[in-house]
């Protein structure tokens, strides 16, 4: 079945620093949506990529999903204390979802 | 965008004994379906619940376990049967109108699931 790997599992970040997660599938996929889940919340949907190299921003979200269609990264810039949370990717191929293990993001002031 | 109520928030169960948890949408959809977050994990897929007719069950999970009905296209019920501590999880209902216009999945506030 489909499989989407996500890394890292946690990321640790100083407040203003960047960083990236990314995403990778063992198929090629119809779309690949983003999710963010807040200590104690649900998944709340970010955004869908469905083109082959295409890149949305966010304000200081970057999303980008690769030619192939098999990996996606989201990238932040200046990260905030209000960026804390789990970042899912969400890949798929006929009608499911599959879920990315989870980037958990912890911020340092 | 879909508001979705879920409940209960949360439970503490005796094992072998069973949990029915609802999702009620405020709108039509085409698809709901269960998942099942394990603390600090990713969501899993249980199942779509198929209105008028069974669920589609993923790997690993069965219909003697996990019963779920949709009764109309608003509503829908899993039930966590014989639960054991394994069963501890948090459970997520979801609903997506796959083939519209809106591409995102909406998510309840999930039933936060105790076994002892």
């Known amino acids: 079945g489909q499989q989407v790997m996500q890394i890292p599992q946690y990321q640790h970040v100083q407040e203003g620093e960047d960083f990236t997660t990314y995403c990778n599938s063992s198929t090629t996929l119809s779309n690949i949506q983003w999710y963010k889940q807040r200590p104690g919340g649900h998944p709340v949907f970010l955004i869908q990529?469905?083109?082959?190299?295409e890149v949305k921003k966010q304000k200081r979200l970057t999303f980008q999903f690769g030619e192939a269609k098999k990996n996606s990264s989201l990238h932040i810039t200046a990260t905030q204390t209000t960026d804390v949370g789990t970042y899912f990717c969400a890949g798929r191929a006929d009608y499911k979802l599959s879920f990315g293990a989870g980037t958990t993001v912890t911020v340092r002031a | 965008s879909a508001v979705i109520s879920q409940k209960p928030s949360r439970d503490i169960c005796q094992r072998g004994t069973s949990l029915t948890i609802q999702c009620q949408v405020d709108?039509?959809?085409?698809?709901m379906f269960w998942y099942r977050q394990q603390p600090g994990q990713s969501l899993t897929l249980i199942a779509t619940a198929n209105q008028g007719s069974e669920a589609t069950y993923e790997s690993g999970f069965v219909i003697d376990k996990f019963p779920i009905s949709r009764p109309n296209l608003t509503f829908s019920t899993l039930t966590v049967s014989n639960m054991s501590p394994e069963d501890s999880s948090i459970y997520l209902c979801?609903?997506?109108?796959?083939?519209?216009?809106?591409?995102?999945?909406?998510f309840g506030q999930g039933t936060r699931l105790t076994v002892v």
């Open positions: 709108s039509q959809v085409t698809m």
């Open positions: 990529l469905v083109k082959s190299g």
């Open positions: 979801s609903v997506e109108d796959v083939w519209g216009l809106r591409p995102e999945a909406f």
